[in-house]
């Protein structure tokens, strides 16, 4: 027990004490009311992006940190001007909430002790799209900026062509619409097809590609399809077997084939339109009709002056009938000429591509066997494995040996009608030929008779105007 010396002794301590005490506890109000007073919200600076069905997070935070759970905070959705979530006093309180997102948002009971009123979405949906405002009444809001996005894998088929193997990549699901992309084995573009796009009834979109690609050292390809929006990239890569790769059918076999087809209905038009002419030719079997007997008789004898004159102008009309036959019989030639040419030309490319393609029937028919062979060999190793690949490549074989056939066939008929026009223009050509050396032997004949009239009215004016000299003198005397 203390006495009264010791009493008296501690009584200031006591009090100095008490002053202490209550002096930090004003202090403590002070900045207790100071730190709710510069207490704000801390928001995402940039736009949130999620995936359709998974799970994410609008991150809210209280700065400086104090515990949340007694407070009242808002979710909001701004397009929809309607509270998405609400708690008070750390219930949460569902009446109020929007009924799209019933069940679907939740807050951390034990990060709000810290600060933190994050808002968690369960089961991202595409209509979830938007703005979200994180509300504290009275204090601060944090605005969150929401894109959603959808992806998923493509996947690669493939099929033979004539011309290589053509990949198609497909792939589904996806939200905004993606490009679709195609890839060597090194990285590189390669040149595809336009994208085909379809949008579902749920909104998302399916998109694919073709693209057709030639054997390379590494056969290693890939589809890439991405959105950069919402930065997500898949892709899918596919090693083609060799197996599937045979030399590439020319292409200008089909090209030559209709130019033969059309050559073949313009040159027969032509042999047609020559025919006609023919058989509407009248005259001697040339096409020059003979000058007339009365002519070559006056010519012979030179009667009278008209008769002559007469006479040279029936040969100058022939001679001008020859001129028009011969330019029309030069101009036929060398239409028949360039025909020759050109089908010979032709003739030529054909057998060329008649050697390709009994190369390229040969090969098939050799693949063919081995695809068969490999088939009968894995099924005495293991009868349950099933060769779906070597089954399709069989397949795609057979096919392009029918169809190698059948344009073998084609050229075949193509070569034999091509040989035919060919002889028929040769014989052609030599009847123009015959027919320009007869037109130039009657022109020679005609000159001769041109220059025989001529020579006679010429011989007849000098004499005329010799007989006028020998009466002149007469008269004279």
């Known amino acids: 027990m203390l006495d009264m010396k010791d009493r008296l002794f501690l009584k200031p301590k006591l009090c100095d004490l008490g002053a202490l005490v209550l002096h930090h506890t004003v202090v403590l109000l002070l900045l207790t009311y100071s730190c709710r007073g510069q207490q704000h919200l801390i928001g995402p ?24 759970s007694a407070m009242t905070v808002e979710w909001e959705r701004s397009d929809l001007k309607q509270i ?24 951390s009971t034990n990060k709000l002790k810290c600060g933190d009123i994050s808002l968690k979405l369960s089961k991202v949906k595409l ?20 894109i959603v996005g959808s992806v998923s894998t493509p996947d690669i088929t493939t099929s033979i062509v004539s011309n290589g193997v053509t990949l198609e990549c497909k792939s589904g699901s996806w939200y905004p619409e993606p490009e679709v992309l195609w890839l060597d084995g090194e990285g590189n573009l390669l040149s595809a097809g336009p994208t085909e796009t379809v949008k579902g009834p749920d909104g998302l979109y399916t998109v694919s590609s073709r693209v ?20 997500q990239t898949t892709e899918t890569h596919v090693n083609v077997p060799d197996d599937f790769f045979l030399v590439p059918a020319d292409s200008a076999v089909r090209v030559i084939i209709c130019l033969v087809v059309c050559f073949m209905s313009i040159a ?30 006056l010519l012979m004898e030179g009667q009278q002056e008209g008769d002559l004159t007469r006479a040279e102008k029936v040969v100058n009309k022939k001679k001008g009938k020859h001129d028009e036959v ?4 030069t101009e036929d030639l060398k239409h028949v000429e360039g025909v020759i040419t050109t089908l010979t030309e032709q003739k030529k490319d054909l057998k060329e591509q008649r050697e390709k393609l009994i190369s390229q029937l040969q090969e098939v028919k050799t693949k063919l066997k081995e695809i068969k062979k490999k088939v009968v060999e894995k099924a005495i190793v293991d009868p349950k494995k099933k060769e779906k690949k070597r089954i399709k490549i069989n397949e795609e074989l057979e096919q392009r040996k029918k169809e190698l056939e059948e344009l073998l066939k084609n050229i075949e008929k193509l070569l034999e009608t091509t040989e035919d026009l ?12 015959n027919e ?24 007849e004016k000098e004499e005329k105007a010799e007989e006028k000299g020998i009466e002149l003198p007469k008269g004279d005397e």
């Open 45 to 68: 600076t940039q736009p949130i992006v999620a995936m359709v069905g998974d799970d994410m997070v609008l991150p809210c935070y209280l700065e400086p940190c104090v515990d949340a």
């Open 212 to 231: 057709t690609v030639e054997k390379s050292h590494s056969n290693r390809f890939t589809c890439r399809v991405q959105q950069n929006n919402i930065n």
């Open 436 to 459: 320009r050396e007869q037109i130039e032997k009657q022109q020679k004949e005609i000159e001769t008779q041109r220059e025989e009239i001529q020579r006679k009215l010429q011989s």
């Open 326 to 329: 011969l330019q029309s019989n």
């Open 268 to 297: 027969a038009a032509v042999v047609v339109m020559w025919k006609w002419g023919l058989n509407n030719q009248k005259g001697s079997k040339h096409g020059i009709p003979p000058i007339p007997e009365l002519e070559l008789q």
């Open 84 to 107: 998405i979530y609400l708690m008070r006093d750390n219930v949460e309180i569902p009446i109020e909430q929007n009924s799209l997102y019933e069940s679907r948002t939740s807050l």
């Open 127 to 146: 209509s979830d799209a938007g703005t979200y405002k994180c509300v504290i009444p009275n204090l601060d809001t944090s605005v969150a900026e929401v």
């Open 422 to 433: 060919i002889i028929r223009m040769t014989e052609r050509k030599g009847k123009l030929e």
